[in-house]
């Protein structure tokens, strides 16, 4: 599995070297930073309430047996947390994704959770991600039932991202419940790393059929004279008469010609406008989404690629593969420009994706299939 560079988050408790914190502000900020949540189970309410009549049992009766087991509770409550607070100190988390990702699918990956105290074992650890809408999800938290001192383990977790863009920080959650379950104690974990997610490319409603259209109309803009026979079609004014097939003719009794399919590659020019109106982003990200989808589809079927935009100019596969594109859509977003510029290729199947066709068409863009919001809809729809 292809993995992107990412670097290990590691718990507050994890020995660091380096100077002592001498100032209190100092002091006061690493408390912030390293603070642990409780959460009290109801295992630990039953607890701390049998303590509670105990205890005013011995007040009351000033029984020194009732004081004694009053101790051994408290100490057996004082022991579940430093313990569980030893289970959680010196963990290590590392998260591998693969290098090619996409928003809304998915994903598997590789979860490493190491220990690095010398002797002492992690106890009845899970992992799971911070719930944010922005972060990458799991789709279920791990369990670990014990990590050795000095040792690591591995899982493979399934993950989703959101929506595209560059992931800069993940947020995870080391907990624990050991050794009595009655304290949950947890702890935040970030990875700060740089995962690109491109745009989603499975399709979204409308997006099949609009492939379908486009599909057909490259055919048959891309049919023409060559070595390759294509099919019989009926005659039309004005084509040379050295192409009819007089055997066709006969049998359907008016004339029929012989195409040939066209020798030069088959190049489609995709042209995304990243000039629109601000109240326009939430069709921008639909359109950045249809965009992948077709391009990823295109490229899957062998359809070379040139691919433009404000600042960006890029062929496929002359110029590299169909994952520079989608790194492109991953991060690209609406930009003010200059009027679009001419197409380069006239004799390209051409597709514009844009708010405003009327300047491409003043532009020389007149022929190209424009997809704006009237024809790609937030809701999938197409006229």
């Not at 000095?150 to 995870?172: C, D, H, L, M």
């Not at 997610?197 to 490259?218: H, M, S």
């Not at 099919?231 to 007089?246: G, T």
């Not at 982003?281 to 899957?300: G, I, K, N, R």
């Amino acid at each position: 599995m292809n993995t992107g560079t990412i670097r290990s988050g590691t718990l507050p408790d994890k020995i660091r070297s380096g100077p002592r914190l001498r100032i209190p502000w100092q002091q006061l900020r690493a408390a912030l930073v390293r603070r642990i949540r409780y959460r009290i189970t109801h295992g630990g309410l039953l607890f701390t309430f049998a303590i509670v009549l105990v205890g005013f049992g011995a007040v009351v009766s000033a029984n020194n047996l009732l004081f004694l087991i009053l101790a051994t509770m408290l100490a057996t409550l004082l022991i579940s947390g430093m313990v569980s607070r030893l289970c959680l100190a010196g963990l290590e988390l590392d998260f591998l994704v693969p290098e090619h990702v996409s928003a809304r699918r998915t994903v598997p990956g590789r979860l490493f959770v190491r220990n690095q105290k010398w002797l002492l074992p992690s106890f009845s650890i899970r992992v799971e991600a911070i719930r944010d809408p922005a972060s990458p999800s799991l789709k279920s938290g791990v369990y670990f039932p014990l990590i050795t001192g000095r040792s690591a383990q591995e899982t493979i977790v399934e993950v989703r991202f959101p929506k595209r863009g560059q992931y800069r920080q993940n947020s995870f959650a080391f907990s624990t419940s050991f050794p009595f379950g009655f304290l949950e104690k947890s702890a935040r974990v970030t990875l700060r790393r740089e995962t690109i997610v491109y745009p989603a490319i499975d399709p979204q409603p409308g997006f099949e059929d609009l492939l379908l259209g486009i599909a057909g109309e490259i055919e048959t803009h891309y049919r023409g004279l060559g070595k390759d026979f294509y099919r019989i079609r009926p005659y039309e004014a004005f084509e040379s008469a050295r192409h009819v097939d007089w055997k066709a003719t006969a049998h359907v009794g008016s004339l029929q010609i012989r195409e040939f399919a066209r020798e030069q590659e088959q190049t489609v020019e995709v042209f995304l406008d990243r000039d629109i109106s601000p109240d326009l982003d939430p069709w921008f990200e639909h359109a950045v989404d249809c965009c992948a989808y077709l391009v990823w589809e295109l490229s899957q079927r062998g359809t070379a690629i040139h691919f433009r935009s404000q600042g960006f100019d890029f062929r496929q596969p002359q110029d590299g593969d169909i994952y520079t594109i989608l790194r492109f859509l991953a991060l690209v977003y609406p930009q003010r420009g200059d009027a679009p510029e001419a197409p380069l290729e006239e004799s390209s199947y051409r597709i514009v994706f844009t708010s405003v066709p009327a300047r491409f068409r003043e532009a020389g863009w007149a022929g190209s299939r424009m997809l704006g919001p009237e024809t790609v809809r937030l809701n999938g729809d197409r006229e």
